[in-house]
């Protein structure tokens, strides 16, 4: 272990070992077919991020494995706006991919499981586009933002709009999980939300290991 809690796996690749108690966690509150598909369909998003990032030269740091997603630090200053736009969108684009050609198979193959696939994907896709920091979507709205205004200008504006959709998306997350009943599937989803909200704001910047 390199620091409390974290697995160094290689010189790259970190795991968190509270990560192995989240997934035994998940895996024993759902069924192991669907659990594995979910898990699949988030790899594939993470995937993606590590392709486009690799097909254009960025230099990748680290990627660290945490109980509530996965964090990709990467050297993006030689990439141009548009590449790195599409490195930030690339996984919501692969599960957009997904959920599309699962649904055409389920027109010729109906099945539950492929269903499942569909929506696992439409969900990760749709949750990550999220305009908040730790999310693509966060991110994505962050380089639109610096692209188009001067960095004094930026940051403000990006700050502000980063404040209130946290709570706006968190007192919707509230809304949701009261209606719900408070189904545990619900307060799982939106533990993982609040963490990965202000993930960033506790993050210690990542240096070259």
Do not use: W
């Amino acid at each position: 272990m390199n620091s409390f809690g974290m697995i160094r796996v290689s010189e790259k690749l970190h795991i968190s070992i509270f990560s192995f108690f989240a997934l035994l966690f998940f895996f024993s509150g759902q069924g192991f077919a669907y659990s594995l598909l979910f898990l699949t369909s988030a790899l594939l998003h993470e995937a993606s991020h590590l392709l486009f990032l690799h097909r254009y030269g960025a230099k990748i740091r680290s990627v660290t494995l945490y109980p509530f997603g996965v964090d990709i630090c990467a050297d993006t200053s030689r990439l141009s706006y548009k590449k790195e736009l599409i490195c930030t969108l690339a996984g919501c684009l692969a599960n957009a991919f997904l959920a599309a050609t699962s649904c055409l198979a389920l027109y010729f193959y109906p099945s539950v499981h492929l269903l499942f696939f569909m929506l696992c994907n439409t969900f990760l896709g749709v949750f990550n586009l999220i305009p908040l920091s730790f999310f693509d979507g966060g991110k994505a709205l962050r380089l639109i933002i610096y692209d188009r205004f001067d960095i004094d200008r930026a940051f403000y504006i990006h700050k502000a709009l980063d404040i209130a959709s946290a709570v706006t998306f968190l007192c919707f997350s509230f809304f949701i999980m009261a209606g719900s009943d408070f189904n545990l599937s619900v307060i799982c989803v939106v533990i993982y939300a609040s963490l990965s909200t202000f993930a960033l704001y506790i993050k210690i910047p990542c240096r070259e290991p």
